[in-house]
């Protein structure tokens, strides 16, 4: 865990350096690429030492399978055996070397480059092989159009940025920073229309970067001091349960999963910070001309903190590791896409037995609060009191349930995850399957109707941002003109 905050902190010097000496004003892409690889494979093999050679073998072998398999069906090859890797990996790991550890080890970063190699097939399957009429507006932005070198492959998989602790971005984001042409495209308006007011000059990241730096070291001073007076395990103790009303027992399971997202909040917060730092990460201006630099931020900690149903947590959560499971499972599903999503989800996670409580109740969570939503919802949002009434008691259910339903992923084993739900008689889930057997999960044509004239009270502005941040898209291949890339976003906007 040491090696991996001073590395952090020298990828954060580094990336300053990579800004000021090799701005791509200066140095040509061919430079940036392999300076980039190189720094991230020297920190990854300082942080984890030989077990570095992981992240060259696995995407090695990935860019070879997608070469002699082609386009056709590379994405489903590149799919299998980067998940396949990964899960090897994360079995010796964890059932032959270190069982319950949380220690920053080399799976960690495989999770990341895991991700890059599989949404990268999927964007070359939809540029190269799909038609472009059969691509929903999202896929054609994000759609690569022409195989990628090996140097840019490396690159984009172990860049220095976010070889540690990512987060993902978009092949076609990572390379048109690499190439200086991030600050190139023309804004638009919700009109469609180009907007000029601001130029599109090299804008400083020094106060966004200080910002999330301030976050790092308030998040960091928590965990150090209020999350290990506050341990999950403590929910499972024999004479906590014996002793504690249900009142008190369901305020300690919130404030001690609370008290457990802060070391999250620093790596992911920092990671950010990092690629920001080296001029990536910026997603144009706002409508007061002031730079956005969240174009790959993982996380929004005032919509999880404030987070009024379950879909809010998990939208504004982890926000990078959503999209991909959004991009290359739900909506490519077949059937069930909740359900193959938690799926893939756990098995991307890991192989403790706890993250597969976690994902499957996950499942039965996430219906139930959609069949909620749907049926009731709009019969409390007339009057503004009633509905301010609707929103705190949604806001409480919502954190009790996301608190319930992560316990077997910090405990990990089986038996302490059924100590726990045991102790709560497993209320959760027989209230989620009993909401499933009263509530259709698709709203009425009338509930629909109301619905979509209301928002709730703190959450209109934040889902708009969620909007915002899911599908708006920069950067280009060569082969698109300006023009293109701004009605494409402007169609993914819509969407």
Request: aromatic letters at 16%; a positive charge.
């Amino acid at each position: 865990q040491v090696n991996f905050v001073v590395c952090q902190l020298f990828a954060l010097l580094a990336a300053i350096w990579f800004r000021t000496y090799l701005h791509s004003s200066k140095t040509s892409p061919f430079v940036r690429h392999v300076v980039a690889t190189l720094l991230g494979l020297y920190l990854a093999l300082f942080c984890f030492g030989w077990y570095a050679l992981h992240f060259v073998i696995q995407s090695g072998i990935s860019y070879y399978i997608m070469i002699i398999i082609g386009v056709e069906n590379m994405h489903k090859y590149c799919f299998v055996f980067a998940l396949g890797y990964l899960t090897v990996c994360q079995i010796t790991r964890v059932y032959i070397f270190d069982y319950g550890q949380y220690s920053a080890d080399f799976s960690g970063p495989m999770m990341i480059i895991t991700q890059k190699i599989t949404s990268l097939a999927f964007e070359i399957h939809d540029g190269m092989f799909r038609k472009n009429e059969d691509l929903t507006p999202s896929q054609r932005c994000l759609a690569v159009r022409r195989m990628p070198s090996l140097l840019e492959y490396l690159s984009y998989n172990c860049n220095f940025m976010g070889i540690l602790a990512g987060p993902l971005c978009s092949y076609k984001d990572y390379i048109t920073f690499i190439e200086g042409r991030s600050y190139q495209l023309q804004q638009s308006e919700a009109n469609g229309k180009e907007d000029t007011k601001y130029e599109q000059t090299d804008p400083s990241p020094n106060i966004a970067v200080a910002q999330k730096l301030l976050i790092c070291g308030l998040s960091l001073l928590f965990h150090m001091t209020i999350t290990k007076t506050l341990p999950v395990e403590y929910n499972i103790d024999d004479n906590f349960r014996a002793t504690a009303s249900w009142p008190i027992r369901f305020f300690y399971l919130y404030v001690s999963l609370m008290a457990a997202r802060p070391k999250y909040y620093f790596a992911w917060t920092l990671a950010d910070a990092i690629n920001n730092a080296a001029g990536f990460g910026f997603r144009g201006y706002d409508k007061n001309g002031v730079t956005r630099w969240d174009l790959i931020s993982n996380l929004r900690i005032q919509q999880i903190e404030f987070s009024t149903s379950f879909k809010m947590f998990l939208d504004n959560w982890n926000i990078q590791t959503a999209l991909w499971l959004k991009r290359v499972c739900y909506e490519r599903a077949t059937f069930s896409p909740t359900i193959q999503t938690f799926i893939l989800s756990a098995i991307w996670h890991g192989v403790y037995p706890g993250y597969y409580l976690t994902f499957l109740t996950g499942v039965l969570m996430t219906l139930a609060a959609r069949a909620i939503r749907n049926n009731i919802r709009h019969y409390f949002v007339e009057s503004p009191a009633v509905k301010l009434c609707y929103d705190i008691i949604t806001w409480m259910a919502t954190q009790v349930a996301i608190s319930y339903t992560v316990v077997p992923f910090v405990l990990l084993s089986v038996k302490p995850s059924f100590t726990f739900y045991s102790s709560c008689y497993f209320c959760l889930h027989i209230a989620s399957i009993l909401v499933l057997l009263v509530f259709p999960l698709k709203r009425t044509q009338k509930g629909s109707k109301k619905h979509e004239s209301v928002q709730p009270v703190w959450s209109k502005k934040l889902e708009e941002e969620n909007l915002l941040q899911k599908n708006s898209y920069s950067t280009t291949n060569n082969t698109f003109s300006q023009k293109q890339e701004i009605t494409c976003r402007y169609q993914a906007l819509k969407q």
